[in-house]
């Protein structure tokens, strides 16, 4: 397999099966930006501190890192007390360092009622399991009765001259969709269009009040029995004054409904209209719209229950050295949350989260030592994010991205670093949303300062784009990026993707994921390293980044 320099393909459209030249013309970029005292500060990063940070944040002590625990708020103190002996200072609530947020677990009551109607007929949903509702966090009582409008995908997209809402009526009514984006979509916009919450936000825009899924696919049969139609329950983050500010599957107190429709509810609805599920379907993913307005009614009324506790983002901030643009800011994050403890796998039930996101936070405390260490600091100032949530939704920073304890306009770029899988040597590396932005520059620049070849995403179907906290950030019109291992081995099979596969089954969102799993701390150094610099660069650059003209995120705000 070729590597491919993406500064070098968009220069040139060419793909060039060498990937050296390129990396000389930009590691000449690089010695220009990067001083002798930059080049220093960088060897101050510690493999040692990575694992003493990974070894500390993942005990059995902390159960996890729960939101909402003690061994949350263990991993929150902890945290401070390392920022602080790297010379950060506090930019969390009212100079503290800790962003205070209330998390509301909202249930669902099992004695709702659900019915599809027409004029003629009528359907109890509730009884046939055919339809799943998603609690409301922002009311105990909640009821409906409108007309379903089928939107397709629910997209609006004129980037890409797609709009199932195009001529479609659905003020006050139910819309119902299908998870999915026309074939011309590329995977990071298939992923970013399918996103419950820009479908649901995009729904409300068109005036609607429901946002219903459809099940395309017949449930197997032999997949044991249909579970009683009532969802899971879902984790929102409110303000105190008890406003809905981030909740992934339930985003508005102007929604009334929201959840799934089972298969032959969908079919009846298709069916009714006198369309057919597969014509529709194959349609949509050549890009042709088939949005409709049923004859039929959903009718439902239910209670959610809601329990509420306090959980916190921490945030410090490296002052710039420019008098003007230290007021703009560059965010290096990771998420400090995990599972807390669950069902045991191989008699172990606390799910430690030493990869996930341990050591994304023991690269975050790296990344501050070294600028900790720089006398001259970067233009622009440096916040640092180690937030809640992520593992229910990117809760945490979608609730930072909404009411930052600073400016949001004056965040300039996001540099996420999410698991950043140390498990071999980093040979290689693929920057997840960097080619949307001016950031691929700073990162083609960071990555040649230590000869990394920048390489496509090797598994874009993954969507790991959307998948992290700077998904928050982007949504909020924020250029950012999340840098993850290339594939590239020492043994030149250059299939690193097949090993992060196997341990992906091992000890992903498992107990097993502890400090006994697979380390390589060596290249969790040079992961903070890489990202330091690529963070220094944005934030020592007179531009300001901006996204590709035209680019789907350009104008999500
Ligand atoms: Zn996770």
Known sequence: MLYFHLFAIMKTKILLSIFSCALISNLAIAQNKITSEVASAIKVASATQIKTDIAYLADDKLLGRKPGTPGYKMACDYV????????????????????SIVMRNATLAPNFTASIYSNSNSTDLAAESGITINPNPTATTTSIDAQIVFAGYG???PEKNYDDYKGLNVKGKIVLIV????????????????????????????????????????????????RPAVARPIMAL??????????????????????TLNFSVTNKILNDAGKNLTTVLENLKKGETQSFASNLKIKAGYQTTHSDFTTYNVAGVIEGSDSKLKKEYV?????LDHMGVGRAVLGDSIYNGAHDNASGIASLLQITKIYSELKQKPKRSILVLAVTGEEMGLLGS???????????????????????????????????????STLINQVNEAAAYFDLPVEPDPEPNENRFVRSDQYSFIKEGIPALHVKYGNKTAD?????????KEWRAKYYHKPQDDINGIFDFEAGKKYAQLNFLIGYLVANDLTKPSWNPGDIFEKKK
């Not at 409110?238 to 959840?259: P, R």
């Not at 949001?408 to 698991?419: F, G």
């Open 80 to 99: 401070i007390e390392q920022l602080k002996s790297n010379g950060v200072k506090p930019a969390g609530d009212n100079g503290t360092w800790l962003q």
């Open 155 to 157: 997209i609006t997209a």
């Open 179 to 226: 998870r999915g984006a026309p074939s011309s979509f590329s995977s990071s916009e298939s992923a970013a269009s399918m996103n419950v919450a820009t479908i649901q936000k995009n729904a409300l825009k068109h005036g609607a009040i429901g946002v219903i899924t459809a099940t395309i696919a017949e449930r197997p049969a032999n997949t044991g029995p249909v």
């Open 238 to 259: 409110m303000s105190e004054k008890g406003e809905l500010i981030v909740c992934a599957s339930f985003t508005s107190e102007k929604l009334k409904l929201a959840g």
């Open 331 to 335: 965010v290096h994050s990771a998420h």
């Open 398 to 436: 979608g609730y930072f991205a909404a009411k930052p304890t600073i400016p949001v306009d004056k965040i300039v770029a996001n540099v996420n670093t999410d698991m950043p899988g140390i498990i071999a040597p980093m040979l290689s590396i693929t920057a997840l949303g960097a080619d949307h």
């Open 492 to 500: 030149g099979k250059n299939n690193l993707d097949l090993f992060v």
